[in-house]
C-alpha cells in the first residue's frame, strides 16, 4: 500500500487504509476467478480434431440459476456486506465519535474561501473572536498526540478540506457548519488540500499542516499569540468573520 498511498501520520487511517486493502484484494481475487474460469473455459472447450464443440446452454436450467445466485451471494456478502459491516461500525466508533466533551482535544475554526483556507485556534482563554486567537493563513499548526477538532464554514462556494497523511476529508458548505476530527501521530510537515474543484484558482488552494511535539507546539502557540496581538489580528477583517458564528453550537 506504500507504493499508492501517502504516508499514513494519523491515529484511525490505518482503518482507512485497511478497509482499501480489503476491497483491493477481494476485487483482485474475483477478477482473477473470472480470468481463470474463462481461460479453462477456452482452453479447454476450443474446436479439437476428434472433439464435439462445446456444448452451449442458455444458463436458464435451475441447477445454472441456483449456482449464479450461490456464487452472487458469497460474493455479495464477502465484499459488501463486510465492508458496510466494517465500515458503519469504524465510522461510529472513531470517525464519527467527536471530542465534544473532551478539554484535552485542540479547537479549531476553519474558515474556506476561493481561495484560500483560514485556521483560528481561540487562544488561552479558550474563547474564538477575542483578542488572543491565534489566526493562520494556509498553515494549521497542531500538537502531536492529541485530538485535533475542527469546524468549518465556507464563504462563497463549497469546498473540501483534504488531508491526505491523516486519511481524512470534509467538505465546507456555505450556510452550514461541518465538522471533522483527526489525531497526528508524528511530527512532520503535511499537504493539506482542496478536494472539491471551487473555480479557477483552486489549485491555489494547497496548505501546510504543521504537526509538532507538545512542548514545541506550546513555544510555537506563545510566538504565535504574541505575533497575533502585535499584528491585531482580532481587528482584521478575517478575524472578524468569526463573530458571525459560535463555534460550539455552530450557529
Ligand atoms: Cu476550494
Redesign the pocket.
Known amino acids: 500500500m506504500h507504493i499508492v498511498l501517502p504516508h499514513d501520520a494519523s491515529l484511525d487511517g490505518h482503518l482507512v487504509d485497511g478497509v482499501i486493502g480489503y476491497l483491493t484484494l477481494t476485487t483482485g481475487l474475483a477478477f482473477l476467478a473470472v480470468l481463470v474460469f474463462l481461460l479453462i473455459a477456452i482452453v479447454f472447450h476450443r474446436e479439437r480434431a476428434g472433439r464435439t464443440r462445446a456444448h452451449h446452454t442458455h444458463g436458464n436450467r435451475p441447477r445454472d440459476r441456483a449456482l449464479t445466485f450461490a456464487v452472487a451471494l458469497v460474493m455479495f456478502v464477502a465484499i459488501d456486506v463486510t465492508l458496510v459491516a466494517r465500515t458503519a461500525g469504524e465510522l461510529s466508533g472513531r470517525f464519527w465519535r467527536y471530542p465534544d466533551g473532551d478539554p484535552n482535544a485542540l479547537r479549531v475554526e476553519v474558515t ?1 474561501r ?2 484560500s483556507w483560514t485556521f483560528r485556534t481561540a487562544g488561552p482563554d479558550g474563547r474564538f473572536g477575542t483578542g488572543d486567537d491565534v489566526v493562520t493563513l494556509g498553515e494549521l499548526d497542531v500538537p502531536v498526540g492529541r485530538p485535533i477538532y475542527l469546524k468549518l464554514r465556507s464563504r462563497d ?4 478540506l483534504y488531508l491526505p497523511s491523516f486519511r481524512t476529508k470534509i467538505d ?1 458548505i456555505p450556510g452550514s457548519t461541518t465538522r471533522l476530527w483527526f489525531q497526528a501521530q508524528e511530527a512532520g510537515r503535511f499537504e493539506i488540500g ?1 478536494a ?4 479557477v484558482s ?1 489549485y491555489k ?1 494547497r496548505g501546510l499542516l504543521i504537526a509538532r511535539p507538545e512542548g514545541e507546539y506550546h513555544d510555537w502557540l506563545a510566538r504565535a499569540e504574541t505575533d497575533s496581538r502585535l499584528r491585531g489580528d482580532a481587528a482584521l477583517p478575517v478575524a472578524g468573520e468569526a463573530d458571525g458564528w459560535d463555534w460550539e453550537t455552530g450557529r
Open positions: 474556506a476561493q481561495w462556494v463549497v469546498h473540501s465546507a482542496c472539491q474543484h471551487c473555480g483552486h488552494m
